[in-house]
């Protein structure tokens, strides 16, 4: 595909919501309320709003000016990026490892997916209903422990996500975000106002905005840090894969803020949606990554309306994972319309189905193959720690650093629409506060 016939965005709006929609994901509903739960609350939640200003917009940024100067996929983006502007060729390592980290994080963040399609059926089906923690705990377990169960989960979700991508920019991502993100803001907000009437929102209000500072120590801000990086979507390509469809009308710092403020507030929500019940059937707050399948069916199960809300709450999160997702496989598919002679459907194929079938190896990680390990790791754990440990920070890092020093300094405060004050601090947090922030979180992912 030539530059002349690149695929733009129809609207900022649908551009909006694609951006927020990949953000808005499994990261916002599953990990940001227990990560709340577990590092203390307000404390938390404030100290990661601060690392979403300070490292979460300058990447997201940046991502997007390679994006939109390069009109390409990120590879190709930063390759000539770099070759116009008379840099080092290596810098295109930056757009491989986002193209590959996006690929590698799909093919087992689908099987999660289908972890959330397979429990919207079994809210419908009562699933839930009157059992115990143990009858909870027995669902989840033999889920994980049925490797066709697992197949058809994770097969049906790479489905939906193949045929939303293949149908094109237009057709595919804007028509599906146009119809979720607001189904997803609808669903939530139906939740958090059930959770009004639990008499335990005040609880949960109090938890989320009532900080102790007591609470703060490195480990809450480096968490808070790394959940500022991941929820935005950044490292993975998609943010450079997204702004090679943005025209120049676009300003690309008040829409980060927008993007910003829409994937906090989803955040925000869902923890005002998740801890009065929790609160209100007196479960366990730091129950970690379990909160979503474990705890809340738990509750669900045992509560009056449970089926119906239980089935809202999961569809939410099938909502998140969706939009997610067709983000994961756009920039690989976007690589591989440009550089070979494959159509928009024959790429998006290929793709998906290397990540299918990557996907397969991640789901028998629980079952038989749980005794296969790699670096003392299974295949699921491998991917996730290589992705989020090592390809997501190098590939951010590389991002701002190459935007902030190799871009021309008048020409992106020009794009920026930034002057005097406002320009002085852009360059003082591109270039050094967000990369200082992400290497914190690098080394201390590493180290930990």
Known sequence: MSKLAHAQWSSKMTFVLAAAGSAVGLGNIWKFPYMVGESGGAAFVLVYLVCIGLIGLPILIAEWLIGRRGQENPINAMADLAKRGGHFPAWVAVGISGVLGGFLILSFYSVIGGWSLYYTLGSVTGNFSGKDADGIGAVFTGMLGSPGLLLLWHTAFMVLVIGIVARGVTNGLEGAVRTLMPALVILMLVLVGYGITTGHFGEALAFMFSPDWGAVNGEVVLAAMGQAFFTLSLGMGIMMAYGSYLGEDVNLLSTARTVILLDTVIAVLAGLAIFPIVFANGLDLDSGPGLIFVTLPLAFGNMAGGTILGLMFFLLLTFAALTSAISLL?????????????????????CGIGVWLLGILALLSFNLLGDFLILGFNIFDLLDNLTSKILLPLTGLGAVVFAAWCLDRQGVAQELRLSGGAESLWVVVARYIAPLGVIAVFVNSLVG
């Open 330 to 350: 756009e920039p690989a598919v976007e690589f591989m319309e440009e550089r070979t002679s494959l159509s928009r459907v024959a790429a998006t194929a290929t």
